[in-house]
């Protein structure tokens, strides 16, 4: 993807121009800056350009009937929401059995008489 927007480019060649005829030793100074500059201000410019298109599609080539088919229904965000729930429990319960499974069990005083096992 190229990030050169040609009026951005012709604005550099007009500022290094400007500054080669009136300061020649700035225009050396600033011609690194202006190369650099380049495609963060083409952005900025081709962003605000498409600022008018925003949500149709228009700026990806969609059309608007291409949109409006892609969202989905009331009926069928309410099965996505049932199936996302469900999801959520299962998933709730298996870690609830993993944490079970990876509790360590007490461990065992020694120091009292009641237990078994080999005195210190």
């Known amino acids: 993807m190229m990030c050169r927007n040609k009026k951005v ?3 550099a060649g007009v500022v290094v121009g400007g500054l080669l005829l009136f300061n ?3 225009a050396v100074a600033a011609l690194p800056v202006v190369l650099l500059a380049v495609c963060p201000l083409s952005m900025v410019f081709m962003m ?6 925003g949500a149709n599609g228009a700026a990806c080539g969609t059309s608007g009937t291409a949109a409006k088919s892609a969202t989905a229904t009331g009926t069928d965000v309410d099965k ?3 199936d996302l729930q469900e999801e959520v429990r299962i998933l709730r319960a298996a870690s609830t059995q993993q944490q079970a499974a990876q509790t360590p069990p007490p461990a065992m005083d020694f120091s009292k008489p009641d237990q078994p096992g080999p005195r210190p």
Do not use: D, N
């Open 24 to 26: 020649p030793g700035w």
């Open 48 to 53: 605000r350009g498409m600022g008018g298109q």
């Open 9 to 11: 480019v012709i604005g």
């Open 80 to 82: 996505q929401i049932a």
